[in-house]
């Protein structure tokens, strides 16, 4: 059966500029000039006679149906770059380039990235912790390990563990003037704040504790910081069930209280589905669920 398709070259300016929301900046990306975006897409909305984007006076926004038509062909691109990384890999083509967070990398992965290394010596890893939602396509990244609702249109995604939050300090701290018995003993203490989005305040409502001060204390734009900061006393973090149990086994850290928040999102693997058939891919993936098995059965 025929396929009807659309000018498959309008398509990565048309990508670009759904990502930027910006010609100029789909230009910069792709080295071409703003006119060329613009060309491309205009040609792009001819041929399937829809309009994809509005053009205001100093910017433009996707229609309804760009929304749309973009997830699809962002879906569609990342899978033809997938298949082609496939078909055109060579054997010596070794290096794994992960996407994660800086707080899984930091407290959960490099810990235990010498039992990969040592299992796959000729697989070099680099990992990338840019705090931004990597592109496969753009980006040249292999495999990434996301925190949300697990639903990425066109990759393929493997639930990897849930989490909850709750409060972890240096274990001197039950201990002193005022040591931490209760939530309420949060107001004598300092908070240590990181960037995750559930916050002191959320916390601190969940447990029914009232005037304290979720705003004040210690500040970090990385979870590694925020926790290293506690284990060295620097006051109270809020944990996170994989991202502290290393230090928590080890006595570095202890919960103060029980009470936990169930956090809204969990961590996936995820990757395009072509990728799968690479050997250092499939390595990665198999190696990360053995690592990952003793605490979800601990969960």
Not at 83 to 101: E, I, K, P
Not at 176 to 190: W, Y
Not at 225 to 242: N, S
Request: proline residues 5%; glycine residues 8%; hydrophobic residues 40%.
């Amino acid at each position: 059966m025929s396929r009807r398709l659309p000018p498959l070259s309008p398509l990565p300016c048309f990508d670009a500029a759904a990502r930027h929301l910006s010609f100029s900046k789909a230009a910069e990306e792709l080295s071409i000039t703003p006119g060329a975006v613009s060309r491309a897409i205009k040609n792009l909305e001819d041929q399937l006679d829809l309009r994809l984007f509005e053009r205001e006076t100093r910017s433009v926004r996707l229609t309804a149906v760009g929304e749309s038509y973009a997830q699809a062909v962002r879906a569609a691109l990342d899978q033809l770059a997938a298949a082609t990384a496939v078909a055109t890999a060579r054997r010596s083509d070794l290096t794994l380039n992960v996407s994660t967070s800086d707080g899984f990398a930091g407290k959960w992965l490099v810990p235990r990235l010498y039992r990969f290394r040592k299992a796959q010596g000729d697989i070099d890893v680099r990992v990338s912790t840019t705090g931004t939602l990597t592109s496969f396509l753009g980006d040249g990244i292999d495999i990434a390990i996301r925190y949300g609702g697990g639903k990425y249109p066109g990759l393929s995604s493997e639930f990897l563990a849930d989490e909850e939050v709750f409060p972890v300090c240096s274990p001197r701290l039950l201990k002193g003037a005022q040591p931490l018995r209760t939530p309420e003993d949060l107001g004598r203490h300092t908070l240590i704040r990181d960037s995750y989005p559930i916050d002191w305040k959320a916390w601190l409502s969940s447990a029914g504790v009232e005037g304290v001060d979720a705003q004040r204390g210690l500040a970090f734009d990385s979870y590694t910081f925020a926790i290293e900061a506690a284990v060295q006393g620097e006051g109270v973090a809020l944990g996170r069930t994989m991202l502290v149990a290393d230090d928590l086994a080890a006595g570095r850290l202890v919960r103060p209280f029980r009470h936990a928040l169930k956090a809204y999102a969990s961590f996936y693997l995820v990757y395009p589905p072509e990728a799968i058939r690479q050997r250092k891919i499939k390595a990665f993936r198999d190696w990360l669920f053995g690592e990952i098995a003793p605490q979800r059965g601990r969960a």
